[in-house]
């Protein structure tokens, strides 16, 4: 008999808080437009038991990670290969990680601790209130939220959601998660105020859809280069595009849950649920970065090539902006540089933890991938695989080998060679065929 839980913990930081996305957001947080969350749904029966939590903030390191795990397992006895921590990648949420393109950021570790009792008391709450269930697992389609921000036709995205839809032994919907691959990034560096972006309006409104006590949750996917379209860029410099507002943030969550309420009545649940988890240790082709010496000169150049530049008289607008992403782009390497000094071997290690049920998996990646990777591999996969994105871990930008003959923002950010590419989806397959083997008795 399967059983399932479900629960959240808002997370919320204090308003002043620095908020993480955008090196270009120089104020702390204003107000609260939203409360944040980290939301747990666990699932049980004689073959496994697993959990399954989505966080709202930019990303979660490793190491923090475990130490999630630790807890949860000294609170309800799962271990850490059953525990899968997602970050929905929210550019409105307290600083959790010190990033690339901000590295002079600082982690408030107070938070950070509140934060491991936050996640570990939705879950330990999860476990405790668990009900026979039954489980469908499906797919919806959704259009116009998500778009490709690289290329010239906003194509190729992946308007798939992937959906669990949990019910009660009586047949009532009582939790849904949902995996789509898109930055929530409606609302840019000029935001002050704290929020989930375009996901939570989505959630909101499918929990309110479910009735009294419904639950929701989402969890990204391969969103590496789909966003709204805005420029990564010029996000990060601190140039704004039109449109960033929450009433487009919430037209867009509608569009999500409106597609996903359409799914649900065709995914059909059973509580006889065979299910099965997996977590494995592999590595990707590390960059050749320049000596420490060489990143922290270039860097310094690109420093005073900036402050020239802004103390010029005249028109400097486009100089300006050159400047201020040459500065972006040396201050990445330097800091990649730095971080990738002790990894002597030309390997970037990483976990994949995969979670089977029924006939489909959900895959956790640590990274941001791009959707043509998440596409072939599903193309590939033979079964349904549902990639869940910045996932136990982070490890930055993953593109794929035709980004990196273009360059870029996000082929800047990335620590991998063009062929990691071929590595991670091949590593994917060898996964999945190892859930499912098992799952086959084979």
Excluded at 52 to 71: E, K, N, Q, W
Excluded at 283 to 306: G, I, M, N, V
Aim: aromatic content about 6%; hydrophobic content about 40%.
């Amino acid at each position: 008999m399967l059983k399932a839980g479900f629960s959240k913990s808002c997370i919320s930081p204090p308003v002043g808080a620095p908020l993480a996305g955008f090196a270009a957001r120089l104020e702390v947080s204003s107000g609260i437009h939203d409360d944040l969350f980290s939301r747990a749904l666990v699932l049980g029966n004689e073959e496994a038991a697993v959990a399954i939590v989505s966080v709202d903030v930019l990303a979660l390191p490793g190491d923090f990670v475990s130490r999630v795990r630790a807890a949860v397992q000294e609170s309800t006895g799962l271990t850490p290969d059953s525990v899968m921590i997602a970050a929905t990648h929210t550019h409105a949420g307290p600083v959790t990680i010190t990033t690339f393109f901000n590295p002079d950021e600082s982690v408030n570790q107070a938070y950070m601790n509140e934060l491991v009792q936050k996640i570990t008391e939705s879950v330990t709450d999860a476990w405790r209130n668990r009900f026979p269930a039954r489980i469908g697992v499906g797919v919806g389609h959704v259009e116009g939220v998500g778009v490709n921000r690289r290329s010239p036709d906003q194509r190729p995205v992946d308007e798939e959601i992937g959906i669990l839809k949990i019910e009660d032994a009586s047949g009532r919907t009582r939790a849904v998660l949902i995996n789509y691959a898109c930055h929530p990034t409606v609302l840019g560096p000029d935001n002050l105020l704290v929020t989930g972006d375009f996901p939570a309006f989505a959630l909101k409104e499918i929990e309110e859809s479910l009735g009294l006590g419904g639950f929701a949750m989402f969890v990204n996917g391969t969103q590496g280069n789909i966003s709204m379209g805005h420029s990564s860029e010029l996000s990060a410099i601190g140039i704004i595009t039109p449109g960033r507002t929450f009433d487009r943030a919430a037209e867009l969550g509608h569009l999500l849950a409106a597609a996903t309420q359409k799914a649900l009545p065709e995914i059909r649940a059973t509580d006889q649920a065979s299910m099965s988890k997996l977590s494995i240790s592999t590595q990707l082709p590390l960059k050749h970065y320049p000596p420490r010496e060489e990143t922290s000169r270039l860097l310094k150049e690109a420093d005073e090539r900036l402050a020239e530049v802004s103390a010029a008289d005249g028109d400097v607008g486009e100089e300006l902006r050159r400047a201020k992403s040459a500065h972006l782009y040396a201050s990445i390497t330097n800091f990649y540089a730095k971080e990738t000094s002790t990894l002597k071997d030309g390997f970037l290690p990483l976990e994949l933890q995969g979670i089977r049920i029924n006939g489909a998996a959900l895959v956790a990646v640590p990274a941001e991938v791009f959707v043509e990777i998440g596409l072939r591999v599903k193309k590939a996969a033979l079964r349904p695989i549902f990639i869940v994105g910045i996932a136990n871990g982070y490890i930055g930008y993953l593109p794929t080998r035709a980004a990196h003959a273009v360059g870029g923002y996000e082929v800047v950010s990335s620590k991998c060679q063009p062929h990691a590419e071929d590595v991670l989806v091949e590593e994917i397959l060898d996964l999945e065929a190892k859930l499912f083997t098992e799952a086959s008795g084979n």
